[in-house]
């Protein structure tokens, strides 16, 4: 076993050897996602992001060639800084893309401040607070995050469906808490009303909803479901079972493709289904449709279309490397003046311009959707209408916006 | 041999031997030709994981009781630690000196071991796995579910060791110290127990529990006083744990890593305490370096699969093998050397049970 | 039933007067004060009918969980993954050949026979050693985990039931008179009634197999004394391998019943190994009795557990666990197994 190690050891030092000799001419970056467990399918779809946008710049960033080395988390916050700490410390990349999920970008966050020569980009985390409070001055995220999702279908629902009262049904945790002060605050803003007890927050992983469908209120004009995958699924299914008859309103990820093209039972009820999102697969936009193209000519094994973890790597990705070639590749000063050109860097996107806030939030357009039926009798989204330029704090100043305090099961109040 | 016999019944620890000056001397010396990531990472991180498995050892090789609650109780004294110290979530944080946190994290989360054995002492073998299990993940629902104490599926983040004597204990160095001076005294007191009166009537408990309780020996206060003492060794490395991870949340106490610990137990070999620090160091390696060599989608496979053939094969583990591999090459040299005279000792003994179990 | 009456006169009173409350409470329609008490109605009922069937799923899978053990003393930890695999082989041949019931059928066959071959190749070598095949069992839940995972990704799958088992039925159970005097009456699926009656004829027809068959009466014997059985000349590893089989077989049927009901992701080989292990360990194991009370209690606390206190509902279950050994740590119906 000793031997073993002491092999192990001297491989890592003529590796940390050879590296320092290759610097110059090489950049290692870091691509940290989900490849193991329950969301690997979403882990491999990232990495299709992060290659497709290394692809697009040949593998070059600022006039050098750019290592990439992957690192693998289960989507537990311990696993992905373990991961992130291996790419750092043992892999010794000086930029890191990653990671996934919303828990995993807070701890990465965390672990940003530590490293301060080197460059974080987010992958497709949506916690508010990874950049909101606290931030990292060495974490920057060009996607959106879970409340800028919902823009403008607070908006939507008040204004064009006509909805004056709405019950809640949620998972129980920090995204879709996210989601619904995101839906939450214009819709109680111009005059809806969501009352506390009309919100049920129900345990992520829960498949038995038929309980939680019963108590739902029938004097609300339609239900806001922020529920993902697999619970998703199984409550479109057993609400239409239990004959519910009530509109819903979608989260970004309740009527998104991995629900809609689930296999088994059409849904078909949900045609009508408002929702909103950083993507919108049926966007007819020739930036679009070159991405999705180079996507299926890239991955002919992968989704049909991106999802928006590929989309969320992507433009993290071409960020990077768009902010590479702007300082030459020079990452001799700890990364400083990448990350200077990273805060002033503008760049049009698959989706739309992106650029960051001060506190290197993105401020992106956004899609709202509406689920319609497809030429094949499959469920799709369509385009309703794209709200440009949304900002993490809402169009409000970084103090006023605080006042709303953390997201949580009652935040917005709305009564 | 029954597999039990093979699997636990950990002797009680026999005296100094000679190779453990160069194992001491290497893991003394090793921060000073690893690199920090080595120091902290692998070095640091399997003292930890096997002082977890040890505690299991301890219960396993010599109580006989597998219990899967040995992580739930390390996490349980990380989660208090970020309770009573401080954390940067703004929920809890009652910013108790570290001294006190420390001392109450790991006496309370050793009272609840107590508790889980007094759940479970009352059943035996098979039985005391699923009861553990159930209790473990019906702690981890508790802590995800409970937002006004341990802040729900978000958990704590910005949890830090104290800065004592001008050292701040999370740098590489003095961490990976600590985690050796507490994983050695863990491994002392393991030690110590399994030679006193207590550690030997635990283990004629373990043996035959029958016997034991007509000789009028509390069999149950034993037990639940074995789950205490594991439950100190557990959860004082759970308190190393949240120093290192800086947080904690469900996911830190969830199944995945509960059926983790056994296995680094099992791997590592449960009839010596030295075995579940052998597994721990594979296992962290694996987790850190399998990207590198494999598919890291199949992680699971190859931690499975090592389970499986362990089990197998080599009921006492790693270290079983390693024991067996030594005594075989032995046996074979005093064969060459005394030729024509017949050796069978105990270890190509053992190696013929292996072949027939 | 007379005897049990005269001996517990106590508690035959609490247990009539608790139907009665329970039929009163589904048939009247309810006045004020109760609403006050227990919320609206419909929940009420629809959160009973729902733990009742939910109660029978978890029958299905943890009888024949509960079946292995009490022959064989085996905790087959892998009993998850057989529901989930189940599951996957029944929606397989459900979707190639456009049958239900044929995915039904041959999700039952398949996992009998992987349970089959995993007695006679794995179990059968190590024989009377419990906890090396319960290690056995985990390791193998995990690999096995991490395969369906490669094969069917983390996609959800749900069945198509056949179209008569889908949609509501209207029960003769009235939730609220309107104003204008129209009574409403609650609608309930037609496919969760169904699984409950499955359920319970999955237990009459192990009942019968059980007490009325001669294999049944090995089985029987072979439960309270292996060593006897072995000893009275009947091939014991042709009892087990079959054991394991309509055990085994019984979880992949689960898995295509439960699948139609709720859905298959990973994780859920996971979620019905706990849930199975709970409802033994409440209904005692090895005992079919135990497993179906066991089921029924999990199931109703589960449910009531969510409609009405949702952030503390999961752990209700495992609370309820917690009592039941404290009180009888062999399990209500449990024999002696607890003690070796």
Known sequence: MLKIIRNTLVAAALISLSTATMAQDTIKMGALATLEGAFTVLGEDSMRGVQMALAEFNSMGGGKKIELITGSSNASPDSAIRAARKLVEQDGVQILVGPLSGSEGLAVKDYAKTQPNVTFLNGSSAAQDTTLREPAENFFRFSTEGAQWMAGLGEYAYNEKGYRSVAVLAEDYSFPYTQVFGFLEPFCRLGGKSPVDARFWVPIGNKDYSSVIAALPDDVDAIYVALGGADAVNFLTQYEQAGGDLPLIGGSITVDQSVLGSKGRARSFVVGTPSAGPISDTWDDSRWHAFVEAYQTQFPDGFPSPSLFAHAYYINTKAALLGLDQVGGDLSDGGANLRAALSALEFETPTGMVKLDERRNAIADIFLTEVIEGPEGNLLNKTIAVTSQVSQTFGLSYDEFLNYGQVGRENPKCE | MKFEHWFFNATPGSGFKPSWLIVAVFLIAYPGFSSDFFTFQIGAYSLILGTIALSLMMLAGYGGMISLAQMTVAGLAGYLVAILGDNSVGVMGLGWPWWLTVFVAISLAALFSAFVGAISVRTEGIYTIMITLAIAVALFYFVRQNYTIFNGFTGFAGVEPPTTFGVYWRNPLPFYYLCLAIAVLSLWAVFYISRSTFGLSLQAIRDNPRRMRSLGFNVAAHRIFAYFLSGIIAATAGVLMVWFNGRISPGSVGVEVVIDILVIAVVGGLRHPVGPFLGAIVFVLLENFAIDLIDRERFNTVIGLALLLIVLFSPDGLLGLWRRARQRLSAARQTRLAAGRATRDGGSESYNSLSNP | ?340
């Open chain 3, 1 to 340: 039933m007379r005897q049990f009456i005269e001996r517990h006169t106590f508690w035959s009173i609490i247990i009539v007067l608790g139907a009665a409350i329970l039929l009163w409470l589904l048939l009247a329609v309810w006045p004020e004060w109760v609403t006050n008490l227990l919320g609206r109605k419909k929940t009420f009922v629809n959160t009973l009918l729902n733990g009742l069937t939910l109660g029978g799923l978890y029958f299905l899978v943890a009888s024949g969980f509960t079946l292995i053990f009490g022959l064989m003393r085996n905790v087959n930890l892998a009993h998850g993954s057989m529901y989930l695999f189940g599951a996957y082989i029944g929606y397989e041949v459900a979707e190639a050949s456009g049958s239900w019931f044929l995915g039904l059928a041959i999700a039952f066959l398949a996992v009998a026979a992987s349970g089959v071959l995993m007695q006679v190749l794995v179990f059968r070598r190590m024989e009377g050693d419990d906890l090396r095949q319960t290690l056995v069992t985990i390791a193998i839940s995990i690999i096995a985990a991490d395969l369906m995972l490669a094969i069917w990704t983390g996609t959800t799958y749900q069945f198509a039931p056949p179209e008569w088992l889908f949609g509501a039925a209207q029960l003769p159970i009235v939730s609220v008179i309107r104003s204008s005097g129209e009574a409403v009456y609650i609608k309930y699926p037609i496919y969760r009634l169904a699984v409950f009656v499955v359920a319970v004829a999955v237990g009459i027809a192990l009942w019968l197999f059980l007490n009325r068959t001669r294999i049944g009466m090995m089985i029987r014997a072979g439960v309270n004394d292996r060593d006897m059985l072995s000893a009275s000349g009947i091939n014991v590893q042709l009892v087990f391998a079959l054991v394991f089989g309509i055990g085994a077989g019984l979880a992949g049927f689960a898995g295509v019943v439960g699948g139609t009901a709720l859905s298959i992701a990973p994780g859920e080989d996971v979620r019905y190994l706990l849930a199975s292990l709970i409802v033994v360990i409440v209904g005692g194991l090895g005992s079919v009795p135990g497993a179906a009370i066991g089921a029924l209690i999990i199931g109703l606390a589960e449910q009531f557990g969510l409609a009405y206190f949702p952030t503390y509902g999961v752990v209700l279950t495992f609370l309820i666990m917690v009592v039941v050994l404290a009180v009888r740590p062999q399990g209500l119906m449990g024999g002696q197994w607890t003690r070796r």
